[in-house]
C-alpha cells in the first residue's frame, strides 16, 4: 500500500486506469473513523429530478399533514420509501408564470426550475435566466471532487431554435446553468457518462471486451488485505454494481448492432424508455457513491414531452392528453404516467438505501428533490406544484412527512435551505425570500 491510503480520496490503479472508491472507514485515521460513526461525518449530496408536463393533481396530493398523511395514487409506488421523503405542498414558481410575457409556459418552467428566474423571451442566441441552484452548489464544492457536477437527461439536448412561444430550445431542453446566459447541457448517453466517471474509453480494454475492474485487479487484491471485514463487504458491493452495469452496457451495444442497415442507432441507449431512466439514475448512485460529484442533476424529459409510455399501457403522446380538458380518460392516462414516473424514482431511492455509509446509507446522506415545473397540466399554473424532498441530509432533515406551506411560499425558499445545508453561503437563489427551516 502507499501512503495515499491514508488520504481523503482512495483509488484503484492499474494500466493507466483510476477509479475512485467509495469511503473506508478501514482506510481513514482511527479519529476521523470514530468521529464518522458518532456524527455521521460524510459528505452530503445533492440532486434534482425534473418529471415533465405537470401532473394529475387530483392523484398527486395526500390526504392530511404531518406524518400521519395518507399516500395518494401517485405516490403508492413509493410506499416502502415513505420514511425516506417528504411531500411539499404550496410551494410556487412565479418565475414560470408569464409575467407579461404571453405564452411559453414549458420553458419558462423548465428554465426556471432550478434558477428561479424569468427567463428572457427569445428564439435567438440572446438566452439570459440565473445561475442555478446546482450549479451554485458545484461552484463551492466542485474542487472536492473529480467532476464538479453531473447533468444528465433521457433528451436529446437542443440548444438553439425556437420551441415554445418564442423561447430558445435551450429553456426547454436544460435545467443547470452556470450562468445566466450559459446552460449546461446535460448527457444523455450512459455509456458516456460511465466513461466521465471511471474514464473507461481506452481502446485497448474496449477492443478486447475486458472489464475496467481487469485493470486493477493487482491493486484490488492488495487493498483488500488492508480492509475490516465491514469494509470489504462494502468493496464487494462497490465492485459488483461495477461489473453489472458494464454488463448492461454491453448488452445494450450488442443489441444496437443487430438492427437492420436502415433502422436508427440508439447509440447505446437502451430502447425501453424505462431501462433508460433506470441506468441514469444507476450513473447517478455510482456518481455519489465515489465521490465523483455532490451534486446532479437529472431532466427525466422536458416540459412539452411528447413520449409515450407503452410500459403503462399509455400510447398516446404526453403532452397531447396532459391538456386533459377534465377529459376522465386523458385524467386517467396522466394518472398512470405520474405512477410510472414515481415508480422509477423508487428505484432510484431503493439503490441510495442498499449503500451502506457509516451508520446510515448513501441516501441518508443525500437530498433529493423530484418534482415539475407545471401543476396541473391543463391550466399550465405554476403554484403548488408538486414537490419531493428524499433523504435525511446527513441528519438536518425530518422526512415522512407531508408538509403544507402558506401560500406564495418561493421553491426557492427550499434552495436556500438546502445551499446551507451543502455549506454554501447564499444569500439568494433566484426570487428566494428566505429559508424553508420547516424540513428539519
Not at 392530511?64 to 410506499?79: I, N, Q, V
Not at 423571451?121 to 450549479?135: C, F, L, N, P
Not at 464538479?148 to 431554435?161: F, H, Y
Not at 446552460?183 to 481506452?202: C, H, K, W
Amino acid at each position: 500500500m502507499t501512503s495515499s491510503t491514508s488520504s481523503r480520496r482512495r483509488f484503484l490503479r492499474g494500466f493507466g486506469t483510476l477509479i475512485a472508491l467509495p469511503t473506508m472507514e478501514s482506510l481513514l485515521p482511527t479519529p476521523v473513523a470514530r468521529a464518522m460513526e458518532k456524527t455521521g461525518g460524510l459528505p452530503l449530496r445533492m440532486a434534482f429530478v425534473y418529471s415533465p408536463n405537470g401532473k394529475n393533481m387530483t392523484h398527486w396530493r395526500p390526504e392530511g399533514e404531518g406524518s400521519a398523511y395518507t399516500l395518494s395514487r401517485a405516490l403508492k409506488p413509493l410506499e416502502s420509501h415513505r420514511e425516506d421523503f417528504s411531500v411539499i405542498s404550496g410551494l410556487k414558481l412565479e418565475t414560470a408564470n408569464a409575467n407579461g410575457d404571453g405564452g411559453g409556459d414549458h420553458a419558462r418552467a423548465n428554465a426556471a426550475f432550478l434558477t428561479g428566474c424569468q427567463p428572457r423571451k427569445t428564439a435567438g442566441a440572446d438566452i439570459r435566466a440565473g445561475v442555478s441552484v446546482d450549479q451554485m452548489a458545484a461552484n463551492h464544492l466542485g474542487g472536492l471532487t473529480k467532476l464538479p457536477s453531473l447533468e444528465i437527461s433521457c433528451d436529446v439536448a437542443r440548444k438553439a431554435g425556437n420551441c415554445d412561444s418564442g423561447y430558445s430550445c435551450a429553456y426547454q431542453f436544460n435545467l443547470a446553468w452556470k450562468s445566466e446566459s450559459m446552460p449546461v447541457t446535460p448527457e444523455r448517453n450512459p455509456q458516456s457518462v460511465f466513461d466521465r466517471l471511471f474514464g473507461t474509453s481506452d481502446a485497448h480494454r474496449v477492443a478486447e471486451n475486458r472489464s475496467i475492474l481487469d485493470f486493477v485487479m493487482d491493486d484490488t487484491r492488495d487493498l483488500q488485505r488492508h480492509l475490516g471485514r465491514r469494509d470489504q463487504e462494502k468493496l464487494d458491493e462497490y465492485l459488483t454494481s461495477v461489473r453489472q452495469i458494464e454488463r448492461r452496457l454491453s448488452d445494450t451495444a450488442q443489441t444496437t448492432r443487430q438492427l437492420p442497415p436502415d433502422a436508427r442507432q440508439p447509440e447505446g441507449i437502451p430502447e425501453s424508455y424505462q431501462d433508460h431512466i433506470r441506468l441514469m439514475y444507476d450513473m447517478m448512485v455510482l456518481a455519489f457513491q465515489t465521490d465523483s460529484t455532490r451534486v446532479a442533476s437529472f431532466l427525466l424529459a422536458h416540459d412539452g414531452s411528447n413520449r409515450t409510455f407503452p410500459e403503462v399501457g399509455v400510447n398516446d403522446a404526453h403532452h397531447g392528453f396532459s391538456h386533459h380538458q377534465h377529459s376522465p380518460e386523458k385524467l386517467e392516462m396522466l394518472a398512470k404516467v405520474d405512477e410510472f414516473y414515481s415508480a422509477q424514482f423508487a428505484y432510484f431511492l431503493e439503490k441510495l438505501k442498499s449503500i451502506k455509509e457509516g451508520s446510515g446509507t448513501l441516501l441518508d446522506h443525500s437530498m433529493i428533490v423530484f418534482g415539475a415545473g407545471i401543476s396541473d397540466p391543463d391550466r399550465h399554473n405554476h403554484n403548488d406544484r408538486p414537490i419531493l424532498l428524499a433523504g435525511r441530509g446527513g441528519g438536518t432533515l425530518t422526512p415522512g412527512r407531508h408538509i403544507i406551506m402558506p401560500e406564495e411560499t418561493p421553491l426557492t425558499n427550499l434552495y436556500l435551505s438546502m445551499l446551507g445545508r451543502m455549506g454554501v453561503n447564499a444569500e439568494k437563489v433566484g426570487d428566494s425570500s428566505g429559508t424553508l427551516e420547516i424540513i428539519g
